[in-house]
């Protein structure tokens, strides 16, 4: 089970749209549709953003948006705002109730 | 509103057992409709999926952590935990305890964490 890859760190000027990747293998993130997207302040605990590759829990801002293809899932984030700087980890269910994260990407809003 | 809380000691020995337990309040630990997991992050790193437990006991965990890691749940204190044996310094980190959907499988809510350093 190794973590899904990341880019380490993804930037943007504030109202432009930026996206993170996030790639596994076949027996995690292109076998299941089950790719959470999670947002972390420093300092803080991780809050879902995205779950089921494209859904939004209630609350989340619309500007953030997931999809996946084949192997690889990936966050968007329209109309960057100062807010959104953080660290942002990928998840996916890797079968047999296992669960693997991705490394992390900072975003930093120029 | 859910809330889940971990606690336990800030400073685990090389070698010996980390214990911490998280304490849910304002839901039900005997839910059908989700897992209780532990997630650690170490300084600067990311997140690190350790393992979970479903209210009747059944435990699912990380195979590189298996052979240390054991958790268990207490239904009558709505509370599960993690015992981690043999630390070393590559343990220490902030542990996060979290409820997992299983319907949906993301971790929907979670503790504040805290910091357990392992010391020589």
């Known amino acids: 089970q190794s973590a899904l890859t990341q880019p380490a760190s993804v930037s943007g000027s504030p109202g432009q749209s930026i996206t993170i990747s996030c790639t596994g293998t076949?027996?995690?993130?292109?076998?299941?549709?089950?790719v959470s997207w999670y947002q972390q302040h420093p300092g803080k605990a991780p809050k879902l953003m995205i779950y089921?590759?494209?859904k939004r829990p209630s609350g989340v801002s619309n500007r953030f948006s997931g999809s996946k293809s084949g192997n690889t899932a990936s966050l968007t984030i329209s109309g960057l705002q100062a807010e959104d700087e953080a660290d942002y980890y990928c998840?996916?269910?890797?079968?047999?109730?296992?669960?693997?994260f991705g490394g992390g990407t900072k975003v930093t809003v120029l | 509103q859910l809330q889940l809380q971990e606690s336990g000691p800030g400073l685990v020995k090389s070698s010996e057992t980390l214990s911490l337990t998280c304490t849910v309040s304002?839901?039900?630990?005997?839910?059908?409709?989700?897992?209780w997991g532990w997630i650690r992050q170490p300084p600067g790193k990311g997140l690190e999926w350790i393992g979970s437990?479903?209210?009747?006991?059944?435990?699912y965990y990380n195979p590189s952590l298996k052979s240390r890691v054991t958790i268990s749940v207490d239904t009558s204190k709505n509370q599960f935990s993690l015992n981690l044996s043999s630390v070393t310094a590559a343990d220490t980190a902030v542990y996060y305890c979290?409820?997992?959907?299983?319907?949906?499988?993301?971790?929907?809510?979670w503790g504040q964490g805290t910091l357990v350093t392992v010391s020589s």
């Open positions: 089921e590759g494209s």
């Open positions: 437990i479903y209210y009747s006991g059944s435990t």
């Open positions: 076949s027996s995690d993130v292109g076998s299941y549709n089950l």
């Open positions: 998840c996916s269910y890797a079968g047999s109730s296992t669960w693997v």
């Open positions: 304002g839901g039900s630990i005997s839910s059908s409709s989700y897992y």
């Open positions: 979290a409820r997992i959907s299983l319907a949906t499988g993301n971790f929907d809510y």
